[in-house]
């Protein structure tokens, strides 16, 4: 199938997404349980108070995932269950939730890949001014370190952080994820320190012994409305899709960063820090149009002429390909690892028990072939993870849209594998007989 053997097929999550169990053994608040408690934050004032209640049911999912035949599973581990307050000693309990889940993967042969920052900062840490302050930096390195201490014996993909790109825009810049702040362009130093707080994680992890090291960015290429906007263009990649891979692959930032007062020079050196793979979320390509008004240098525009999900994403599996050669032409690329595509729909359960998510299926085949053509031309891709295993909390937009290959019914937690799951299972296993029979 044109896949490097050894290739890894896995499904993704996100701790506040699917555990629940916010006030559980220990576990401190994060800016989400703030967030999404505070009225008009989150549609229909959903919460992740109880999700997919994965923190007790995690066993039934990981039988789902054996069922699925997948060789990882990328979870990620909150934070505020390890240190409630952000500082200080460790919540042992909450660590050990996280040793009874990967063990539980282990004795199914899945190899755990575990991302440490998924957006929940624990609420004290914002308080104090969160990421727009470098001391956070260093409490993340610190948490990096009391999780790999222990867990980096058996955890055998260890993602830094997750879309740094997000947490700045939606969260800083324009507020409609936690914490909520519109703070603009002067949300930028939440880009430089979230950086520095990979880059001191790195060391922090090496330093335990942790395996395979990298950071997990959101891509998405960036198209001009007509040639006029090619500047706007430009800009919006810079912000997306540079921001935070240049300093991490070339050791600099590109100029949107200017003469930044909180770069530190010696910073850039730390965060340069050879990474062992790089982590690709894609969804969707970008239309810009030069602004109108207001302080950004670019204004987005609806795509319209392709199909779209469920959440009005334009589906275009060429841009996923177009986007992989653009970071192979433009980096020395550490190996790569798609460590999230996938879209959402409707997805309800037919009068015969089923959930006939046709349209997941043809994104899913569409993009995997557009990855798969993308190795063929000789881009060291290691492995693919579905988002998501199951339907969750899917952030600003609560339980709406549901992304996972497994139907989650929020009232009973029941869980229903959709044709999706099916059609994900026999790949698996068709490209595993392919490998064994070459
Ligand atoms: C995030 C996920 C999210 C998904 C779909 C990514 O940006 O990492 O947490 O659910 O996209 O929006």
Redesign the pocket.
Same mark, same amino acid.
């Given at each position: 199938m044109g896949l490097p053997e050894g290739f890894r097929w896995g499904v993704a999550t996100?701790a506040y997404?699917v555990e629940g169990a916010a006030d559980e053994d220990g576990r401190g608040p994060s800016t989400w349980d703030t967030f999404s408690r505070t009225p008009g934050r989150v549609r229909d004032g959903h919460t992740g108070d109880v999700a997919c209640d994965h923190y007790h049911r995690w066993p039934e999912d990981v039988a789902l995932m054996a069922g699925l035949g997948v060789d990882s599973y990328r979870f990620s581990i909150a934070w505020p269950r390890v240190q409630p307050s952000g500082s200080g000693p460790v919540n042992t309990r909450g660590l050990d939730f996280y040793d009874r889940l990967v063990d539980g993967l282990l004795a199914e042969g899945i190899a755990p890949a575990a991302t440490l920052y %998924?957006w929940d900062l624990p609420q004290p840490l914002e308080d104090a001014g969160g990421w727009m302050e470098r001391d956070t930096a260093y409490r993340f390195a610190e948490f990096s370190y009391l999780a790999a201490e222990r867990l980096a014996d058996r955890v055998e993909m260890w993602i830094t952080l /997750? *879309?740094p790109v997000?947490v700045m825009a939606y969260g800083y810049a324009f507020g409609v994820y936690a914490p909520g702040r519109t703070l603009m362009l002067d949300a930028l130093p939440t880009a430089h320190h979230q950086l520095l707080g990979h880059g001191l994680a790195v060391h922090a992890l090496r330093s335990r012994n942790a395996r395979t090291i990298g950071l997990t960015n %959101?891509y998405s290429p960036a198209w001009a409305a007509t040639p006029g906007d090619q500047p706007a263009a430009d800009a919006f990649d810079a912000f997306m899709n540079r921001l935070f891979t240049d300093p991490v692959l070339l050791g600099r930032y590109p100029a949107i960063m200017g003469d930044a007062p909180f770069v530190r020079p010696e910073d850039l050196a730390v965060i340069g820090a050879p990474i062992d793979f790089l982590g690709v /979320?894609y969804?969707q390509p970008t239309r810009l149009t030069t602004p109108s008004e207001g302080p950004l240098p670019f204004d987005i525009t609806d795509i319209t002429e392709y199909p779209t999900t469920g959440m009005g994403w334009p589906i275009v599996p060429d841009a996923f390909l177009s986007l992989l050669r653009t970071l192979d032409s433009r980096y020395d690329l550490p190996p790569l690892y798609i460590t *999230?595509n996938g879209c959402s729909f409707p997805d309800e359960i037919g009068p015969d028990g089923a959930v006939d998510d046709s349209s997941r299926i043809d994104f899913l085949d569409a993009h995997i072939k557009a990855m798969r053509t993308a190795t063929e031309e000789g881009i060291d891709i290691r492995g693919y993870y579905a #988002?998501?295993l199951l339907d969750n909390f899917? #952030?600003a937009e609560g339980y709406h849209p549901r992304?996972g290959l497994v139907h989650v019914d929020y009232e009973t937690q029941k869980r229903t594998p959709k044709k999706s799951y099916t059609w994900y299972r026999d790949l698996i296993a068709s490209t595993r007989e392919h490998a064994k029979s070459h």
């Open positions: 996100a997404q %998924h /997750n *879309e997000v %959101h /979320n969804y *999230e #988002w998501s899917e #952030w992304f």
